[in-house]
């Protein structure tokens, strides 16, 4: 788009098409997340309103645990696949299909009668798991080509602010909309937010994806010269682990993302602890306090993005991975505390605490992944969602067999304990790192070059771009 293919400096009248090009780069941007904000809160709607109405149907709790296992698990099974539908097919297009999915898996479930209503079910956590992750992993990696480099700070900022809002906005209005107008009603308007996005999806030109064939011929240079054409010895086709390998291509990376895992196993228990602890604060009225936390979180997360697009707007640097690992320490922190039983006024203050440590902690975390060249962005981005939804899959489920025994505030703690622990070992690793970092011109572009990516692709880790603590591909 817009910066992508932009005149060169030499050009005239170079910088004042390229201002325009990347003003509208970002004016297509913040239609998308318009839409992809209306889908997210369908996304949160239907979070409450199909548990709801799975534990109505069915009578039992374990069905409501049964169909968020079935959620989780399509989740990561799409994740690993992720990567491999984008090397094929464009971001455009699996954004869009997402959607056209999950509204289609909506009306088949209102359409779908009562005899044969739990196979419909079933469906729809598959389908709504599945295209989820699919539509996530395709946004978050085709960032780059849409605005370009040097706004990736301020688009994913962006992105994370309008599904805070929508979370928001979704969670407050479920119970509203279910008890007002019905199930029915609240399906329909849930297929609407995915027919919504998917409208907007097709009205813009979305970069990403297939589309980014021009890192294509450095990353096969790459590999043939590393001995990895990705054919064997007789000449016949050879499967490589793609993911795994952009994992292993950035040092530290792996570890990243492990920590992102572990990250949302300790997210599990919050999630699952705040119905149990909030009961014990007041049995007549749980909600309550499960609504305000939520609410007051959210808060934090948007003015956490408000500061991070100030602070690119002003230095040109973006967050960088230790952003990320400081951010998982303040934010596990926050929420040991929050159980801790303080004041409901302290805990607020610990609520918008969490809320804004997340907020930097997701867009470190994607703006670091997406310096990775763009042949492996959407394997890592696809690795990462499948370890996401396995901490977290993984975790409610200890989580709930813990909360039998053990309260709420030990449950969190030992949970976010170990995503500290974690977090402390990732944070000792990005330093040895820096420390090792040779200071020369060729200490870490030079590094990137060597393994065969072109001179644009390679990140060169300046601190006026932010890329200080870039995904840097190497030899080693």
């Not at 913040?30 to 369908?42: D, E, K, P």
């Not at 509204?103 to 079933?122: D, F, K, N, Q």
Request: charged fraction near 15%; hydrophobic fraction near 50%; include cysteine.
């Amino acid at each position: 788009m817009g910066s992508a293919d932009g005149p060169t400096a030499d050009e005239p009248g170079g910088g004042t098409r390229k201002t325009r090009d990347t003003a509208v780069a970002e004016r297509r941007f913040r239609f998308l997340v318009a839409g992809y904000g209306v889908s997210s809160y369908g996304t949160f709607l239907n979070m409450v309103a199909l548990n709801l109405f799975v534990y109505e149907t069915t009578g039992r709790a374990l069905a409501m645990g049964l169909f968020m296992a079935v959620r989780l698990a399509s989740g990561f099974v799409a994740g690993l696949v992720a990567g491999g539908l984008l090397a094929r097919f464009s971001a455009k297009s699996i954004m869009l299909w997402a959607n056209v999915a999950q509204g289609a898996v909506m009306l088949v479930l209102i359409l779908t009668p009562e005899s044969l209503v739990t196979g419909a079910l079933t469906a729809v956590s598959v389908v709504i798991g599945a295209c989820g992750t699919l539509f996530m992993v395709a946004l978050r990696s085709s960032i780059p080509e849409m605005v370009g480099e040097d706004r990736r700070g301020w688009a994913n900022s962006l992105s994370i602010t309008g599904r805070s809002l929508a979370m928001v906005a979704g969670f407050a209005s479920a119970g509203v909309v279910v008890s007002l107008v019905g199930y029915t009603a609240a399906f329909l308007l849930d297929m609407a937010t995915f027919v919504i996005c998917a409208v907007t999806v097709a009205l813009l030109p979305i970069a990403g994806g297939r589309g980014a064939e021009g890192a294509a011929g450095a990353d096969a240079s790459a590999a043939t010269e590393n001995g990895q054409s990705g054919k064997s010895e007789k000449g016949g086709p050879r499967w490589r682990p793609v993911a795994f390998l952009a994992l292993a291509a950035a040092p530290g990376l792996g570890l990243m993302v492990a920590l992102r895992g572990v990250d949302a196993f300790g997210s599990s228990s919050h999630n699952a602890a705040l119905p149990v602890y909030s009961t014990s604060l007041d049995a007549a009225n749980p909600a309550v306090f499960v609504s305000a936390f939520w609410c007051v979180w959210a808060l934090g997360n948007i003015g956490a993005q408000q500061v991070i697009q100030r602070y690119t707007r002003r230095t040109g640097r973006t967050v960088g991975a230790l952003g990320f690992g400081y951010g998982t320490v303040v934010m596990s922190a926050a929420f040991i505390a929050a159980f801790a039983g303080f004041p409901l006024a302290v805990t607020a203050v610990i609520a918008l605490i969490a809320g804004a440590a997340d907020g930097l902690t997701e867009v470190a975390y994607t703006s670091h992944l997406q310096t990775l060249p763009a042949t492996l962005r959407g394997h890592a981005f696809g690795l990462s969602a499948t370890f996401e939804n396995l901490g977290f899959g993984v975790g409610m489920i200890l989580v709930a067999a813990a909360l039998d025994r053990f309260s709420p505030p030990a449950v969190v703690g030992w949970s976010h304990g170990a995503a500290i622990v974690v977090a402390v070992v990732f944070l000792l690793r990005v330093a040895a790192l820096r420390r090792a970092e040779p200071a020369g011109p060729m200490g870490r572009a030079g590094g990137a070059e060597r393994a065969g990516l072109r001179k644009e692709e390679a990140v060169e880790g300046r601190p006026d771009r932010g890329d200080r603590d870039g995904a840097e591909v190497s030899r080693g």
